[in-house]
């Protein structure tokens, strides 16, 4: 669970970043813009020629650390994604056994969230990759989740949070047995 945690926080922590960065772009580039420019003497074409390339000149210092940091974020951003990618389970799909035995587990019923922590619980329709198989989930029973498609639907591709996470086994207790195994999420590792 700490390392579906951290990478959790890593991407929010990554999301976070890069739309504070794209907030300072707009705001320096804004800023820039709306500056008082130095009076150019003469009249003419050269005149506004040299009021636009000061206002040029301006908006290009004030966007070139925000655009650095933007670069920065989407070079880390496309590892991560390469990463994911690398991590793919080579087996997409739960096997019949597999499926059997997470409905069971699930006793048929949405394993996923309907709100305030409470357990769906409308028909399971749907086998689901907990931690999402695009991001390297492990096509494994540990990270088999019972979901009904409105559910499935809903969660998409995205990491749970650990505090779902943590609910999602908080809620298995009880339901399954106490010799049964209520861990949840697993990835692969890189090859």
Same mark, same amino acid.
């Given at each position: 669970?700490?390392?579906?945690? =951290?990478?959790?926080?890593?991407?929010?922590?990554?999301?976070? !970043?890069?739309?504070?960065?794209?907030?300072?772009?707009? $705001?320096?580039? +804004?800023? $820039?813009?709306?500056?008082? %420019?130095?009076? *150019?003497? @003469? $009249?003419?074409?050269? *005149? !506004? !020629?040299?009021? #636009?390339?000061?206002?040029?000149?301006?908006?290009?210092? !004030? %966007?070139? #650390?925000?655009?650095? *940091?933007?670069?920065?974020?989407?070079?880390?951003?496309?590892?991560?994604?390469?990463?994911?990618?690398?991590? =793919?389970?080579?087996?997409?799909?739960?096997?019949?056994?597999?499926?059997?035995?997470? +409905?069971?587990?699930?006793?048929? #019923?949405?394993?996923?969230?309907?709100?305030?922590?409470?357990?769906?619980?409308?028909?399971?329709? /749907? @086998?689901? /990759?907990?931690?999402?198989?695009?991001? @390297?989930?492990?096509?494994?029973?540990?990270?088999?989740? $019972?979901?009904?498609?409105?559910?499935?639907?809903?969660?998409?591709?995205?990491?749970?949070?650990?505090?779902?996470?943590?609910?999602?086994?908080?809620?298995?207790?009880?339901? #399954?047995?106490?010799?049964?195994?209520?861990?949840?999420?697993? =990835?692969?590792?890189?090859?």
């Amino acid at each position: 669970m700490p390392e579906l945690g =951290r990478i959790y926080w890593t991407r929010q922590g990554l999301r976070l !970043a890069y739309s504070a960065v794209l907030i300072w772009l707009a $705001a320096s580039v +804004m800023t $820039a813009l709306t500056a008082k %420019a130095p009076p *150019v003497s @003469g $009249a003419g074409p050269s *005149v !506004a !020629a040299a009021v #636009l390339l000061g206002m040029f000149d301006r908006v290009v210092s !004030a %966007a070139a #650390l925000p655009l650095v *940091v933007a670069v920065v974020l989407g070079i880390a951003a496309a590892i991560i994604t390469r990463r994911d990618v690398r991590r =793919r389970d080579p087996v997409r799909r739960f096997t019949r056994q597999q499926r059997r035995e997470g +409905m069971a587990r699930a006793n048929g #019923l949405c394993e996923l969230e309907a709100g305030f922590g409470r357990r769906c619980g409308s028909t399971a329709e /749907h @086998g689901d /990759h907990f931690y999402p198989w695009s991001k @390297g989930g492990s096509t494994s029973l540990q990270n088999f989740v $019972a979901a009904c498609a409105r559910c499935n639907r809903a969660k998409r591709a995205n990491i749970p949070s650990p505090g779902q996470q943590r609910r999602m086994e908080r809620r298995r207790r009880e339901y #399954l047995p106490q010799s049964s195994s209520i861990s949840v999420g697993e =990835r692969q590792p890189l090859p």
